[in-house]
């Protein structure tokens, strides 16, 4: 195999990463890693064969993701967080994976396939606190919690809520009641007399910032990957924290240079001429472009890395090719390999150029560009 361009996924630095969040858990909390949106870019069935030893369970945002992970071979329990079209229900069921339920309906798609199968389904209960995505509101989920206890074949295995400000270590108020609403669902099924063994709250920000959170599981994200949730909890995390954590990057994207050529000073370089050379200039053309996951907003301010020197992008990012001011890069040649996001481009500072966010920039890499499992 030859690509074009592939992306170099560090064992070691998602086995550092686990090992620096499982550091600061309380004791018994179980661990997640959430691989959902193609492990955030990352490899799905790649980044799970070299964490599955090492985390309780996996989560997902689709049943197609779970699936994939269980053609794979992959034997953690695996909690699907996003909607599953009630049609489907059977084969959650039949694979024994863990569905996120907010609706009665869904329940009962559960339950009946379960019970057709003289198994049990086991769910999830999403729980409304704030964030106003997926969720039974909280004042309504005791009432819930109670019907679906009822439910033949049907076991209600967790509850949960996601909080809409964790990365904001600024002020915490909304937080608070986030916390607030959910504790007051805990206390109904207490006083209800309903054992749901996994409550949890925290993902990657909130496991990392506040660990009065942690619950029974923590769902860890984007830590996972060695990226920031935001610049203030890496702040909190690094400059104020008295136990400083560090995260590891864990992608490398590279390509290669296929074609090198002079153009004149006073040229005009790619779509809509709007790079004009200021010199006798040496471009060059890598194999990767907006379809690839490379923003078109890099265009005329994005920077590669070849033979450690940095190499501006010239003109506009095209679909599947990108030109390069190589002037400067000594001994460059066709062949050569070009990095566009790794430790000396990483993707906060990508991020910036193109006016968006970390998860972004990683997870929308085309999924068909190879993912390379790398020490």
Same mark, same amino acid.
């Given at each position: 195999?030859?690509?074009?361009?592939? #992306?170099?996924?560090?064992?070691?630095?998602?086995?550092?990463?686990?090992?620096? $969040? =499982?550091?600061?858990?309380? %004791?018994?909390?179980?661990?997640?890693?959430?691989?959902?949106?193609?492990?955030?870019?990352?490899?799905?069935?790649?980044?799970?064969?070299? #964490?599955? !030893?090492?985390?309780?369970?996996?989560?997902?945002?689709?049943?197609?993701?779970?699936?994939?992970? &269980?053609?794979?071979?992959?034997?953690?329990?695996?909690?699907?967080?996003?909607?599953?079209?009630?049609?489907?229900?059977?084969?959650?069921?039949?694979?024994?994976?863990? %569905?996120?339920?907010?609706?009665?309906? *869904?329940?009962? @798609?559960?339950?009946?396939?379960?019970?057709?199968?003289?198994?049990?389904?086991?769910?999830?209960?999403?729980?409304?606190?704030?964030?106003?995505?997926?969720?039974?509101?909280?004042?309504? +989920?005791?009432? /819930?919690?109670?019907?679906?206890?009822?439910?033949? &074949? /049907?076991?209600?295995?967790?509850?949960?809520?996601?909080?809409?400000?964790?990365?904001?270590?600024? !002020?915490?108020?909304?937080?608070?009641?986030?916390?607030?609403? /959910?504790?007051?669902?805990?206390?109904?099924?207490?006083? !209800?007399?309903?054992?749901?063994?996994?409550?949890?709250?925290?993902?990657? +920000?909130?496991?990392?910032?506040?660990?009065?959170?942690?619950?029974?599981?923590?769902?860890?994200? #984007?830590?996972?990957?060695?990226?920031?949730?935001?610049?203030?909890?890496?702040?909190?995390?690094?400059?104020?924290?008295?136990?400083?954590?560090?995260?590891?990057?864990?992608?490398?994207?590279?390509?290669?240079?296929? &074609?090198?050529?002079?153009?004149?000073?006073?040229?005009? $370089?790619?779509?809509? =001429?709007?790079?004009?050379?200021? =010199?006798?200039?040496?471009?060059?053309?890598?194999?990767?472009?907006?379809?690839?996951?490379?923003? =078109?907003?890099? *265009?005329?301010?994005?920077? $590669?890395?070849?033979?450690?020197?940095? +190499?501006?992008?010239?003109?506009?990012?095209?679909?599947?090719?990108?030109?390069?001011?190589?002037? !400067?890069?000594?001994?460059?040649?066709?062949?050569?390999?070009?990095?566009?996001?790794?430790?000396?481009?990483?993707?906060?500072?990508?991020?910036? &150029? $193109?006016?968006?966010?970390?998860?972004?920039?990683?997870?929308?890499?085309?999924?068909?560009?190879?993912?390379? +499992? @790398?020490?």
């Amino acid at each position: 195999m030859d690509p074009l361009s592939w #992306i170099e996924v560090s064992r070691g630095a998602l086995h550092h990463n686990i090992a620096a $969040v =499982r550091g600061r858990l309380s %004791q018994g909390t179980s661990l997640l890693a959430v691989l959902k949106a193609n492990a955030y870019g990352h490899g799905l069935q790649v980044v799970a064969r070299s #964490i599955a !030893d090492r985390v309780d369970w996996l989560g997902v945002n689709t049943l197609d993701e779970a699936l994939a992970l &269980h053609n794979a071979g992959i034997e953690l329990p695996i909690l699907i967080m996003g909607y599953t079209p009630a049609s489907r229900a059977e084969e959650v069921v039949r694979h024994g994976f863990r %569905q996120v339920v907010f609706d009665q309906a *869904s329940a009962e @798609a559960l339950a009946a396939r379960a019970a057709a199968q003289n198994v049990t389904a086991y769910a999830h209960v999403k729980i409304e606190t704030g964030t106003y995505r997926l969720g039974v509101g909280f004042r309504d +989920a005791p009432a /819930f919690l109670r019907r679906l206890n009822a439910l033949p &074949h /049907f076991q209600v295995e967790g509850i949960y809520t996601h909080f809409a400000t964790a990365e904001d270590t600024a !002020d915490d108020s909304y937080f608070q009641l986030q916390r607030k609403r /959910f504790g007051e669902v805990q206390r109904a099924l207490q006083r !209800d007399g309903i054992d749901v063994p996994y409550q949890h709250v925290a993902a990657t +920000a909130a496991a990392l910032v506040a660990p009065v959170a942690h619950g029974s599981l923590v769902r860890l994200g #984007i830590g996972l990957y060695g990226l920031w949730p935001s610049l203030d909890t890496q702040i909190a995390l690094t400059e104020r924290a008295p136990r400083p954590l560090t995260l590891r990057p864990v992608m490398q994207w590279k390509t290669r240079l296929v &074609h090198v050529q002079r153009v004149p000073r006073g040229e005009t $370089v790619g779509y809509g =001429r709007t790079h004009r050379t200021r =010199r006798d200039t040496l471009t060059g053309v890598i194999p990767v472009g907006y379809a690839d996951g490379y923003d =078109r907003k890099l *265009s005329n301010q994005g920077a $590669v890395v070849i033979r450690g020197r940095q +190499a501006a992008v010239i003109g506009r990012v095209m679909m599947n090719m990108t030109i390069l001011d190589v002037t !400067d890069v000594a001994g460059v040649q066709v062949g050569d390999e070009v990095t566009l996001l790794g430790a000396d481009l990483p993707a906060e500072h990508i991020a910036t &150029h $193109v006016g968006t966010i970390n998860y972004e920039i990683v997870s929308r890499i085309n999924p068909l560009v190879p993912r390379i +499992a @790398a020490p």
